[in-house]
Nanobody, 118 residues
Framework: QVQLAESGGGLVQPGGSLRLSCAAS????????MGWFRQAPGKQRELVAA???????NYADSVRGRFTISRDNPKNTIYLQMNSLKPDDTAVYYC????????????WGQGTQVTVSS
């Protein structure tokens, strides 16, 4: 059973920063690819960033240069550092994992809300 637990969402002003964390269960972490998706109201879910088990990283064009994904294998945790946040970044952010690359979306966390507003 794969379990993912996100944390770190909240309300931030435009131009601000947030860091999301996702803790993954047990032995799957080092073998699986990890990702962050988001879904804004009335929009489809989109892949924001993904990191493979060998360290390859992909970003959506809309966040490249502002967001950074990283993984800490000993802690079974991935992070999404979000800088220069914009109102368009407002969404529910989901941590995902799986063996499929470049879209690791076999398993999903419960999501965490990020709201960018003044």
């Amino acid at each position: 059973q794969v379990q993912l637990a996100e944390s770190g969402g909240g309300l931030v002003q435009p131009g601000g920063s947030l860091r999301l964390s996702c803790a993954a269960s047990g032995s799957i972490f080092i073998r699986y690819h990890m990702g962050w998706f988001r879904q804004a109201p009335g929009k489809q879910r989109e892949l924001v960033a993904a990191i493979s088990n060998w360290g390859e990283i992909n970003y959506a064009d809309s966040v490249r240069g502002r967001f950074t994904i990283s993984r800490d294998n000993p802690k079974n945790t991935i992070y999404l550092q979000m800088n220069s946040l914009k109102p368009d970044d407002t969404a529910v952010y989901y941590c995902t994992t799986g063996l499929n690359w470049p879209t690791p979306n076999a398993y999903w966390g419960q999501g965490t809300q990020v709201t960018v507003s003044s």
